[in-house]
T-cell receptor, first 112, second 114 residues
Framework: DQQVKQNSPSLSVQEGRISILNCDYT??????FLWYKKYPAEGPTFLIS?????DKNEDGRFTVFLNKSAKHLSLHIVPSQPGDSAVYFC???????????FGTGTRLTVIP | KAGVTQTPRYLIKTRGQQVTLSCSPI?????VSWYQQTPGQGLQFLFE???????NKGNFPGRFSGRQFSNSRSEMNVSTLELGDSALYLC?????????????FGQGTRLTVV
């Protein structure tokens, strides 16, 4: 049972435009959400996170939005750069659980 | 400081064999988690260790086991390998555990079962 879902396996965006990656979750107990980026032959790298007490967190070109009522979060990358091309994983956890539930990933391709 | 180190990077085993994978966390980190990544399934949680104690376990058969040593290094073992165990196995370390502090992943061990 996939508790975190990324329904778009791939996304292509022109350089300089906005990339929007989406993620849905089913477990209402999740209260901490993260995005990881993964290049081929490397482990996932932490990108940005958000606690359920917030609805937005921004770090440079990356902004994560959380809509708790819809159990939906999104990652916005503005402006997109070719170096952003990677697989992006959404993940969620519940306080005290000590493990993360990951989505299946979205492959982002930024076209120069 | 050095990152999370996983050895070996690549491994080919035959069905029925067993395998042991190793993970050295970032110095000072006491939490080590293991994940299995397969195409279409994302990262599936295997187990998490903190100070040599398994705190949480995912939904995997008993053929998958792990342990953590006093220096926080961790090993995972898979016995009676099946073709479906072919995957990238990732280890992550953090100071306290996921959801509390940021976790750092190693490059993974690519296991192929033939």
């Amino acid at each position: 049972d996939q508790q975190v879902k990324q329904n778009s396996p791939s996304l292509s965006v022109q350089e300089g435009r906005i990339s929007i990656l989406n993620c849905d979750y089913t477990n209402s107990m999740f209260d901490y959400f993260l995005w990881y980026k993964k290049y081929p032959a490397e482990g996932p790298t932490f990108l940005i996170s958000i606690s359920s007490i917030k609805d937005k967190n921004e770090d440079g070109r990356f902004t994560v939005f959380l809509n708790k009522s819809a159990k939906h979060l999104s990652l916005h990358i503005v402006p997109s750069q070719p170096g952003d091309s990677a697989v992006y994983f959404c993940a969620a956890s519940e306080t005290g659980a000590n493990n993360l539930f990951f989505g299946t990933g979205t492959r982002l391709t930024v076209i120069p | 400081k050095a990152g999370v180190t996983q050895t070996p990077r690549y491994l080919i085993k035959t069905r029925g064999q067993q395998v042991t994978l190793s993970c050295s966390p970032i110095s000072g980190h006491r939490s080590v988690s293991w994940y299995q990544q397969t195409p279409g399934q994302g990262l599936q949680f295997l187990f998490e260790y903190f100070s040599e104690t398994q705190r949480n376990k995912g939904n995997f058969p008993g053929r998958f086991s792990g342990r953590q040593f006093s220096n926080s290094r961790s090993e995972m073992n898979v016995s009676t390998l099946e073709l479906g165990d072919s995957a990238l196995y990732l280890c992550a370390s953090s100071s306290q555990g996921f959801g509390v502090t940021e976790a750092f992943f190693g490059q993974g061990t690519r296991l192929t079962v033939v």
